[in-house]
């Protein structure tokens, strides 16, 4: 990760608040089928999540309650005002990234009562921070702006970006959040 950042050493990254863990790889199929499940309309590749834990497993994080998967959170340094396309390969992280791109965090309905995404989400800025990355970035799907309204993000108008906002379906808005 230090060849990321043109730093001679890694940055010490904060654990994630619990009941958040590093996600492993035996992880992959579970948070798979529960992103495609809670995504239908908006399906990922298996490759795409094995892929985000090979490139940055420092934002893998994965969330158990009872035994079984609660939640799951995705997020990877990235260029400021341009989302990776939906269901695709990055091949690399950016060595000019300037945002923390949160591709993904989903919570079990039956289990969103618990605090798992509230945790999470305040988990982001320290991680930010400790990466020296001034914003998070995300995209907004399924009519969700509101909710990231809700926690400090804010969409960012560029009609530029529509093509690819398009293919994660209607309504879908670029939000960001300084930190």
Known sequence: MSALFGL????????PPAPWRKMQSHDI???????????STLPEDTAVFAERLALFPAGCFVADHRKALAA?????????GDPPALNALLDFIPSGSTVLYLHDIVVDPIRRSLGHAAAMIGHLPTLAIAMGLPAIELVAVLGTANFWRGHGFAAVEDPALAPVLAKY???ASLMRRRV
């Open 8 to 15: 001679a050493a890694a940055p010490v990254l904060p654990a």
């Open 169 to 171: 379906g209607d309504g």
């Open 29 to 39: 199929g579970p948070v798979e089928a529960l992103g495609n499940r809670i995504h």
């Open 72 to 80: 799951y959170a995705l997020c990877h340094p990235w260029r400021a």
